[in-house]
């Protein structure tokens, strides 16, 4: 049983900044690549951002320089923050993460938090 559970999203007008948390709960024994993606309705789920297990990154070119990905990976918890949001940000954010569970058998698989709503309007 693995969950992960995505915090921080809400309305922000244009040029605001968010926060996103991804806390994953569990049986976890490694989480290797977490990444953050988007949904907007009628359209494909897209990568946002993705960051590794050490620390590499990289970012979907509409939001290069504008969020920045990271993780803690003694809390096992990732984070987006976004800065400068467009109303294009506007979608369902949703954490991504392959895990390894402590539990057998022991495996890698890949796992969604439920969403959150991220909403940039004035």
């Known amino acids: 049983q693995v969950r992960l559970v995505e915090s921080g999203g809400g309305l922000v007008q244009p040029g605001g900044s968010l926060r996103l948390s991804c806390v994953p709960s569990?049986?976890?024994?490694?989480?290797?690549?977490m990444a953050w993606y988007r949904q907007t309705p009628g359209n494909q789920r897209e990568l946002v951002a993705a960051?590794?297990?050490?620390?590499?990154?990289n970012y979907a070119d509409s939001v290069k320089d504008r969020f920045t990905i990271s993780r803690d990976n003694g809390k096992n918890t990732m984070y987006l923050q976004m800065n400068r949001l467009k109303p294009e940000d506007t979608a369902v954010y949703y954490c991504?993460?392959?895990?390894?569970?402590?539990?057998?058998?022991?495996?890698?698989?890949?796992?969604w938090g439920p969403g959150t709503q991220v909403t940039v309007s004035s």
């Open positions: 569990g049986s976890i024994f490694r989480i290797d690549t």
């Open positions: 960051i590794t297990d050490g620390g590499s990154t």
């Open positions: 991504n993460a392959d895990v390894t569970r402590l539990t057998w058998p022991r495996r890698a698989a890949n796992y």
